[in-house]
């Protein structure tokens, strides 16, 4: 059966209007994004961490116009032109931002490197998307140099110098709603990654969830504090904020705990946005003691129900979990918009978004093609087979791989994804039940549970553990996380053998990596 979000009048009128927007044959990536705004306006906030200190800085829309245009003549120069791919490895910097207006200036696509990356990550990528042109920061430009055949430019002397230089572009290439903005290539849960063009028209979808999902106001102080050289952090920390013209925080520094705590004070965020390992480790550190947010979210793997239940006092508010992919972006929320949000129920992932259509196929969460008019996944990059094998014959479903299950109120539940379901002695067991059960032992920072071949069962189940600090993973410890999933989750599902483990695979963006866990 196929769910839809809520009928609200408001809420498809929005959705419509947006998509005559950004899906405009005659749509420009560039004006619709920085130059249709208040010039003096805030785009972004950068955050800047010296010793205990923070340093801001105020990015304004002309400044990121100004900037673009220029870079924009540079890059041609170098031979950039519309639809050529370009590679940019950099950070959470005011470079990128200019980087992609650039890009988008002369109808190019952009290609998000993560900076964890190492060399071969890189090559996948930059080979996969046919691009020989990289923009990239001092930290990071030597990861480049063993691969052959690239032009760079590295933010510092050399990037200033090219936008000091260049005259300003005089227009900007309207590439349509169908032209591609940027290639961003899956984060490689289950395999290789493969390369998704984003196209403009995806910017309606974008802006629905800053509206609907996270419900982004013009008095907040939104933070969404994933990188950007993944899909929720682009999509929503960079593409979405300027979309509908609202700044968003970009720290430049690594994450822990104490330095997110002191940027939601010291900045006093109200709408926060972040990955479900961050709100772990900040219910683990005694540096979070009372926050005032107004909205906080969370994407990326299901949130377990200790973190829901800590938010409420140490935020001030609860977590929401939202659920997509970086094929469609985010459509299955808990959302904070008033005219869509429902009471959260721990371990839902919400209902479908404004514009989306969802239901239950073979098992697993499917878009309803036909009814969802923000769907804007057309396929992978040189790939029809995998293609092929996210929908359904007749076209109508795009299938996830994640499995899941939805009530007769509309509210979607994840179980795992679709390779990751283990059978055991013919019942089904999504590895996330038992992970939400064993993340509650005091002693467990971090687990994942997969499926191990066995003659008579099939399968059994087995737990990989992170402890924390100071305490010893023995047989003692291995009983009484058998006994928790036992009594607080179901007899036959406990875990016949603990690994205790120093870290957990996991993709860059914080996905676990259990097909790495099946192999060992």
Do not use: C
């Amino acid at each position: 059966m196929t769910q839809t979000a809520p009928a609200q009048h408001g809420a498809d009128a929005d959705v419509q209007a947006w998509l005559e927007i950004f899906g405009s044959p005659e749509a420009d990536a560039a004006t619709l994004l920085v130059d249709r705004h208040d010039p003096d306006s805030v785009a972004f906030v950068t955050v800047g961490v010296d010793g205990d200190e923070l340093t801001t800085t105020n990015v304004t829309y002309g400044e990121l116009a100004a900037q673009s245009r220029r870079l924009a003549t540079a890059l041609a120069g170098l031979g950039v032109e519309r639809g050529s791919r370009v590679g940019v490895l950099m950070g959470k910097r005011t470079e990128l931002v200019v980087t992609l207006l650039a890009l988008a200036r002369l109808g190019a696509v952009y290609i998000p490197l993560f900076t964890a990356f190492a060399t071969p990550a890189i090559e996948m990528r930059l080979r996969g998307g046919d691009a020989t042109v990289v923009v990239t920061e001092p930290s990071q430009a030597a990861k480049l140099e063993p691969i052959d055949g690239l032009t760079t430019v590295v933010a510092g002397e050399q990037f200033d110098s090219l936008v000091a230089q260049s005259d300003p572009i005089d227009r900007s290439v309207a590439v349509g709603g169908d032209g591609a903005l940027i290639l961003l290539f899956t984060s490689g849960t289950t395999g290789a990654p493969k390369g998704v063009p984003v196209p403009v028209k995806a910017l309606a979808s974008f802006v629905t969830y800053m509206r609907y999902g996270l419900d982004v106001s013009a008095d907040d102080v939104f933070w969404n504090a994933a990188d950007p050289g993944w899909a929720y952090g682009l999509y929503y920390g960079i593409l979405g904020p300027l979309a509908i013209g609202r700044p968003n925080v970009l720290l430049q520094a690594g994450f822990t705990p104490e330095t997110t705590a002191k940027v939601l004070t010291e900045l006093g965020v109200t709408n926060f946005a972040a990955a479900p390992t961050v709100y772990r480790s900040l219910s683990k550190s005694s540096a979070v003691d009372g926050f005032g947010l107004r909205r906080a979210s969370s994407a990326g793997e299901p949130l377990t129900p200790d973190v829901i239940d800590w938010a409420k006092q140490a935020l001030g508010t609860e977590v929401r979990d939202h659920y997509g992919q970086t094929e469609h972006g985010m459509f299955i929320n808990n959302h904070w918009a008033d005219e869509v949000r429902r009471p959260l129920i721990p371990s839902s992932m919400g209902q479908p978004m404004p514009g989306f259509a969802a239901g239950i196929v073979d098992g697993q969460i499917a878009i309803d093609v036909p009814a969802s008019p923000l769907m804007w996944f057309a396929g992978y990059l040189d790939a029809p087979e995998k293609t092929a094998a996210r929908f359904t014959e007749d076209r109508r479903w795009y299938l996830t791989g994640d499995t899941g299950r939805v009530d007769d109120d509309g509210n979607f539940y994840f179980s795992a994804r679709d390779d990751d379901v283990i059978i055991m002695a013919g019942y089904r067991i999504g590895p996330f039940d038992v992970e939400s059960v064993l993340i509650t032992h005091p002693s467990v920072v971090d687990v994942a549970v997969v499926g191990r071949p066995d003659d008579l069962r099939g399968e059994v189940l087995e737990a990989f553990v992170v402890v924390a600090d100071g305490v010893v993973g023995d047989d003692a410890l291995e009983a009484e996380l058998q006994q928790l999933v036992k009594t607080g989750f179901a007899a036959h599902a406990y875990p016949r053998t603990v690994h205790f483990v120093d870290a957990l695979p996991k993709t860059p963006s914080g996905k676990i990596q259990r097909f790495i866990l099946r192999r060992q």
